[in-house]
């Protein structure tokens, strides 16, 4: 179960550090699970996988007390060099609710030799570098001769203490699974819940109080580019449990009523306002009279001034500490931010109330409850009088009202706007009467806004010379911003060349200057100067030249449809955007217009596009628009969105031929 913090690292070449000793070659025997998976006689893949998963066989006990016994086993066959990388390691998870009782791993080489791995071999590491403390931790051992033709497996076994009755089995992997399958044993009296997300439902076998699901063959996720999260995709089974007792049975998520219910107790004790934070809102709205002033004025400063730190231990997980130990340490994590953010906001007059999402698409279902959230934000609730022309991601909700959502974890999305990854995602709103699953707005595409502005030169040599302005906000902003504010002031320029590498084969960026680039709430403005010497092709009397000079809309995406196979998942852009490029190219004197590219409109579902290049006064002047109006492309719109780029790259790639005209 995902708790509310940024996402865990693994650094694959320390971990690979810790193993650089000696290899310990000690010949055990190898439990019989997994000698039977190692007699498999696999099918042929067209695919050539690297390795095949021979069996993943997950079993969860349930005891009367509420207690869960995990044993997870699972086997590969490694098929090629490269699958030491990825499976050549066993790992388990745990933290101070859930203790690891057995870990072992083993080897059957190619040539019928067992090796054998146990806790002893072990290797510990923290799930993320982004926390003070937090007792998220992983065990690994890794396996010996991972080479191809070897069988290697491991098992462990774990006692948790969950403060939810749910589980989450993902059955499927990257690569193919030979054998998968599930066993649930449950104390008499209790029942369950089953939920199949993205695979046919699957019957149980049952025998008394044990459920077993099991199958066969399950095809892999294919790795697509611009693809949906694999959580969004792959396939699972959720799991519920319900005992009789009506005590335990409220920790059993049954609706998302419920969800919500469990949440807001664990949260509301926490916004609490101490005298030091009564004190810092004086401050903070001294001389505001507008409500909505004042909401900036808190949410700036939690941006800004509380960083992102995280201590997570057991409940904290998802428990947020009280806003009297955030604001006096002055960091917290998501949760926490929202707390005190949330608790400085009631004290001028605005409820709040918490905001669980996932940080990834699809991931959150609503026919299915269940605590699949990885973080939290704030839904403000906006005085009816309030002007929130410029709060776009603001929605009117049902029995809410006017619901402004913020992210004060995100310091470069300003109040206002969402960051990208949350918009068009299903958010569970913590009220005291519970929670309210809601779908959080897509912004429109006019918010996220580039506008590129540039002016040139063009030589009878070829040569071009000139300056652009850019002009973002939005999400185009929030990007740039963290690029630049997180590169040193001395290299920002590598940037721009970097940028202008893309499109240009030689060229000399001459200068460069940034605007409002830590003015969160203002455009952001870039301008840069060049000279780029051979640009335009010269034949005899003729220019070539190319008047899309800089810019990309999207052609990239062209390389998901060049596979052999057809495409299986949909793709995700990242959000709907507005870009706009006006090029005016001052030509050779003596020179006209001999042949100008043919106007474009192309339209689709999802996306329109418009260029136009024309002559006048010596002046060669290029102009076009790109506009992505929704995020996700279902599998059978893709034909759709392919012939649409098709056209936009080859209108990028459109030139214009002058000519020198006779004189007279």
Not at 574 to 586: R, V, Y
Request: hydrophobic share 40%; net charge negative.
């Amino acid at each position: 179960m995902p708790k509310f913090t940024k996402p865990a690292v693994l650094i694959v070449a320390i971990l690979a550090g810790a193993f650089l000793s000696a290899p310990r070659v000690r010949a055990d025997s190898a439990p019989d699970w997994l000698r039977a998976a190692a007699r498999q006689t696999l099918p042929t893949y067209a695919d050539n996988p690297i390795a095949v998963v021979l069996l993943d066989e997950e079993q969860t006990t349930v005891e009367n007390n509420g207690e869960v016994d995990v044993r997870h086993r699972l086997a590969y066959k490694l098929l090629r060099p490269e699958a030491q990388d990825t499976y050549g390691y066993a790992s388990v998870d745990f933290d101070n609710e859930t203790k690891v009782t057995s870990f072992r791993a083993w080897t059957i080489t190619p040539d019928g030799h067992e090796l054998s791995e146990g806790e002893k071999d072990t290797v510990e590491t923290s799930m993320s570098t982004f926390e003070v403390f937090s007792d998220d931790r992983r065990k690994f051992l890794k396996f010996q001769e991972a080479i191809p033709g070897s069988v290697v497996g491991y098992e462990y076994v774990q006692k948790q203490r969950p403060f939810l009755f749910e589980d989450d089995w993902f059955f499927q992997d990257t690569i193919p699974v030979r054998q998968a399958r599930f066993i649930l044993d449950l104390p008499s009296g209790w029942e369950y819940s089953a939920f199949w997300i993205n695979y046919s439902e699957q019957k149980p076998q049952v025998s008394g109080n044990r459920y077993v699901w099991e199958m066969s063959d399950v095809p892999p996720i294919d790795k697509e580019l611009d693809m949906p999260v694999w959580r969004a995709i792959g396939g699972r089974l959720g799991i519920k449990y319900f005992p009789r007792e009506r005590a335990m049975r409220t920790r059993t998520t049954g609706s998302w009523n419920d969800l919500g219910v469990w949440y807001d107790g664990l949260t509301q004790s926490s916004r609490i306002a101490s005298p030091e934070i009564k004190a810092k809102v004086t401050q903070l709205t001294a001389g505001l009279t507008d409500p909505v002033q004042k909401i900036h004025a808190l949410a700036d400063y939690m941006q800004h001034q509380i960083r992102y730190v995280a201590i997570n231990v057991g409940i904290g997980g998802f428990q947020p500490h009280v806003a009297a130990d955030v604001f006096a340490n002055q960091y917290g994590d998501c949760k926490d931010k929202v707390t005190l953010l949330s608790t400085m906001l009631h004290e001028i007059g605005i409820n709040s109330d918490y905001v669980l999402v996932d940080t990834n698409r699809g991931v959150v279902r609503p026919d299915y409850p269940s605590m699949q959230f990885d973080h939290a934000i704030l839904a403000i609730l906006l005085p009816a009088d309030a002007n929130a022309t410029t709060l776009y991601a603001t929605v009117d909700e049902p029995g809410l009202g006017r619901v402004l959502f913020f992210d004060p974890t995100d310091e470069y999305v300003p109040l206002g706007y969402l960051p990208a990854a949350l918009q068009d995602n299903y958010c569970l709103i913590v009220t005291p009467s519970g929670g309210h699953l809601v779908r959080l707005p897509l912004l429109p595409s006019a918010t996220n806004r580039l506008l590129r502005v540039g002016k040139f030169a063009l030589s009878a040599k070829g040569d071009l010379s000139g300056e652009i302005q850019e002009l973002r906000w939005g999400e185009p902003a929030s990007d740039d911003r963290e690029a630049f504010l997180g590169t040193e002031p001395s290299k920002r320029a590598n940037l721009i060349e970097s940028f202008l590498g893309e499109f240009l084969n030689n060229f000399v960026l001459t200068g460069a200057s940034l605007g409002d680039l830590e003015k969160y709430d203002e455009n952001f403005t870039l301008n840069y100067n060049f000279v780029a010497p051979g640009y335009a092709d010269v034949s005899g009397n003729m220019l070539v030249v190319r008047p899309r000079i800089v810019g990309d809309k999207y052609t990239s995406f062209l390389t998901l449809f060049t596979g052999k196979k057809a495409r299986q998942y949909p793709v995700e852009f990242n959000e709907a955007t507005l870009q706009s490029d006006i090029f005016d190219i001052a030509v050779p004197p003596g020179y006209v217009a001999d042949d100008l590219p043919t106007p474009v409109s192309a339209k689709c579902d999802y996306a329109d596009y418009n260029s136009q290049t024309t002559f006048a006064d010596g002046v060669l002047h290029y102009k076009r628009s790109f506009e992505i109006k929704d995020v996700i492309v279902p599998v059978d719109k893709l034909p759709e969105i392919r012939d649409f780029l098709q056209q936009v790259a080859a209108d990028q790639q459109s030139a214009a031929v002058l000519r020198k005209a006779a004189t007279p």
